[in-house]
């Protein structure tokens, strides 16, 4: 193994998942001897996982003997599905141990600059918006970090890149110490992960990590409507709800500085949200130097991706939409908003620790009936109780079964849970297949 930054240096790795494993091969490309703990026991890992880890020299313990593991470290990685306040990573903490992210120990392996990209929603379909523009324009980069490939594994494979364009999330966000991106964007904030933070305070101070390290040649692209703290880095402002910003709506088109730029029309993403997904792009292809005529045609192009206000296909004069990436009460009301039909909404999943109580208002307009699933499915009933009818359905099955029973021609069955689906499903991603296989299964019938 070539001598590198981390030669000799005794380095844990928290967490045997995707991120965990991306940093533990970058590590021991570095010369590092690394260990990985995971809390779970070994049946619950990835068999290929551990396998790869091995065949690396990677030491890999599992199971109460992690949380218990006591050994002298240089450093400790902590990915971004292991919660600071775990068992697991309290035992590093309170030994003094040098604790930083797998986001953390990527940025120190790269020497490429990096766009960084955050907000409780939209940041998945802007960093494929941004990669994807910023290609089709010549600059080569990858979508990365929170999505695709970790960035230790980025930055371990060493591509000659000109950009990195990073989503990043409040977990990634929580233990860096000097990632600085050249260009930030923050494209919202709604209360969420209540179930990690104390606080949605908290949740939210995590975020605003995006800008710690960015100075005054840096830029940072804002929602206009977020208030947020004095911050160093050149701001360039967005929004489609207010005028007081760079770009704006104006007329069916994204407006800059007054100067026409995208025709909503000739866009195939729809909705306010997708909308300032674009302006939010536009505003860091500017930071980066690229024109505005260069930007539009790849933008246009872009297709929307599956789980997000999908349309699924329409039954007996009813359409069906896939929104299973909904994982926020914010996303809900966004999915909602973008509806001109009747809606049958089924919703519901794991607890995160919120209410639905601040869409009550919102669902009792837009919505005629909705089937809850989930751990939440109670909780949310009794938020809307009064305000919309609401059924409980026992599977996912089921409720597609009770939303085809009930829709009437020229309504819309809106699958928008509002919260995540590790209590029925792997991810959102099978959720989301689930629900369009089990729509595309139903018979066409006139109603």
């Not at 260009?183 to 990690?196: E, G, Q, T």
């Not at 960015?214 to 208030?227: F, G, L, S, W």
């Not at 999943?349 to 208002?361: A, E, H, Q, T, V």
């Not at 209590?423 to 018979?443: E, H, N, T």
Request: glycine content about 6%.
């Amino acid at each position: 193994m070539n001598k590198g930054r981390y030669e000799n240096q005794n380095i844990a790795v928290l967490g045997a998942g995707l991120s965990g494993n991306a940093a533990a091969l970058l590590l021991r490309s570095e010369g590092a001897q690394v260990t990985v703990l995971d809390s779970a026991e070994e049946k619950k890992l990835l068999k290929s996982t551990l396998d790869n880890l091995r065949a690396h020299d990677v030491r890999v313990i599992w199971g109460a003997a992690a949380d218990e593991h006591s050994a002298a470290y240089h450093m400790a990685i902590l990915s971004p599905g292991i919660d600071p306040d775990s068992r697991l990573a309290r035992n590093f903490f309170a030994r003094g141990i040098e604790i930083i992210s797998e986001l953390e120990l990527g940025w120190r392996s790269c020497e490429i600059p990096v766009i960084a990209v955050t907000g409780t929603n939209g940041k998945t379909t802007t960093t494929e918006l941004l990669a994807e523009m910023l290609n089709a324009c010549g600059q080569r980069t990858i979508a990365c970090g929170n999505i695709g490939k970790p960035l230790s594994e980025v930055a371990r494979e060493k591509q000659p890149f000109d950009v990195l364009t990073v989503e990043v999330s409040s977990f990634q966000l929580e233990s860096i110490h000097t990632f600085h991106p050249s260009v930030s964007l923050w494209l919202n904030f709604a209360p969420d992960h209540l179930d990690r933070y104390r606080s949605v305070s908290d949740y939210r101070a995590a975020k605003l990590r995006i800008f710690e390290n960015q100075t005054e040649t840096d830029v940072a692209v804002v929602n206009a409507m977020e208030k947020l703290p004095a911050i160093r880095p050149r701001t360039v402002t967005f929004s489609a709800y207010v005028n007081q910003a760079d770009f704006r709506l104006s007329q069916g088109a994204i407006v800059y500085h007054d100067e026409p730029v995208l025709r909503l029309a000739d866009a195939k993403l729809r909705g306010l949200h997708n909308i300032e997904n674009f302006m939010a792009t536009l505003a860091a292809g500017v930071a980066r130097g690229l024109s505005l005529r260069e930007m539009v045609p790849p933008l246009c192009a872009y297709e929307p991706r599956p789980h997000r206000c999908e349309f699924v296909r329409e039954v007996g004069g009813v359409g069906y939409i896939n929104d299973s990436k909904a994982t926020n009460l914010d996303a809900v009301d966004k999915a909602l908003r973008a509806q001109d039909k009747p809606v049958i909404l089924i919703a519901g999943g794991k607890n995160k620790g919120f209410s639905f109580d601040p869409l009550r208002s919102l669902v009792k307009e837009k919505v005629r009936s909705t089937i809850l699933i989930g751990e939440m499915a109670e909780s949310i009933s009794r938020s809307w109780n009064g305000a919309v009818e609401c059924e409980i359905a026992n599977s996912l099955a089921n409720a597609v079964e009770r939303a085809h029973a009930d829709a009437r021609p020229g309504e819309v069955v809106l699958f928008s849970p509002g919260t995540s689906s590790f209590d029925m499903f792997k991810s959102y991603g099978d959720r989301g297949d689930q629900f369009r296989a089990l729509v595309r299964a139903l018979p066409q019938t006139d109603k």
